[in-house]
């Protein structure tokens, strides 16, 4: 079995910052990509920003310049720093990771989520 923990989330006003962080835990035996998506109320969950194990990155075009995805690779934890941020960034911000896990082969893992806003 495959956890992601996350932390940080919280109350942040307009233009302040944040860094959320992820680890991954459990029978893991390679980590393809990790990365992390958001969802507003009313709204469908989007892709905020991913990274891949040669560190390869993308984001959403509504964040790049503001937020920067990172990884502790020996640590299976991947960070996202979150600057200047906008009242519409307010979401509940899901850490994903796509992995090989020990007997069940490789599986797209979500963790519970962490919510963030961002207050005018």
């Known amino acids: 079995q495959v956890q992601l923990v996350e932390s940080g989330g919280g109350l942040v006003q307009a233009g302040g910052s944040l860094r959320l962080s992820c680890a991954a835990s459990g029978s893991i035996s390679t980590i393809y990509a990790m990365g992390w998506y958001r969802q507003a109320p009313g709204k469908q969950r989007e892709l905020v920003a991913r990274?891949?194990?040669?560190?390869?990155?993308n984001y959403a075009d509504s964040v790049k310049g503001r937020f920067t995805i990172f990884r502790d690779y020996a640590k299976n934890t991947v960070y996202l720093q979150m600057n200047s941020l906008k009242p519409e960034d307010t979401a509940v911000y899901y850490c994903?990771?796509?992995?090989?896990?020990?007997?069940?082969?490789?599986?797209?893992?979500w963790g519970q989520g962490t919510l963030v806003t961002v207050s005018s």
């Open positions: 994903n990771a796509d992995a090989t896990v020990v007997g069940q082969g490789r599986l797209e893992v």
């Open positions: 990274i891949n194990y040669i560190r390869t990155t």
